[in-house]
């Protein structure tokens, strides 16, 4: 199984940016699905999630009310719509899928893609 994520890249700060996410032998419809991110330094902190049904979609602090998750199941792809970026927004950002939302939001899926960088310049 491969996750792979792509849209990262450079930014200024108040731009937006969507993230993408596909997985080879997975039907994401069927995953619950979530945002992570790690800058350097830091932790992997949680961003945003979503459970198979969409009827759970959560949000970190940080991304509530500028970032939105969402899925095309016709296309099997799994996005991050980021708008007002900021500066401390700036970090690779994976994607990951498990059946178990709990496991999702606890940050421990089976399944990772290797990330796509966002850089934020002020």
């Known amino acids: 199984v491969e996750v792979v994520e792509s849209g990262g890249g450079l930014v200024q700060a108040g731009g937006s940016l969507r993230l993408s996410c596909t997985a080879s032998e997975l039907t994401l419809s069927e995953y619950s699905m979530g945002w992570f991110r790690q800058a350097p330094g830091k932790e992997r902190e949680w961003v945003a999630a979503t459970d198979f049904r969409n009827t759970a979609t959560t949000y970190s602090d940080s991304a509530k009310g500028r970032f939105t998750i969402s899925r095309d199941n016709a296309k099997n792809t799994l996005y991050l719509q980021m708008d007002n970026l900021k500066p401390e927004d700036t970090a690779m950002y994976y994607c990951?899928?498990?059946?178990?939302?709990?496991?999702?939001?606890?940050?421990?899926?089976?399944?990772w893609g290797q990330g796509t960088q966002v850089t934020v310049s002020s």
């Open positions: 990951a899928a498990d059946r178990s939302y709990i496991k999702i939001r606890a940050g421990i899926a089976a399944y």
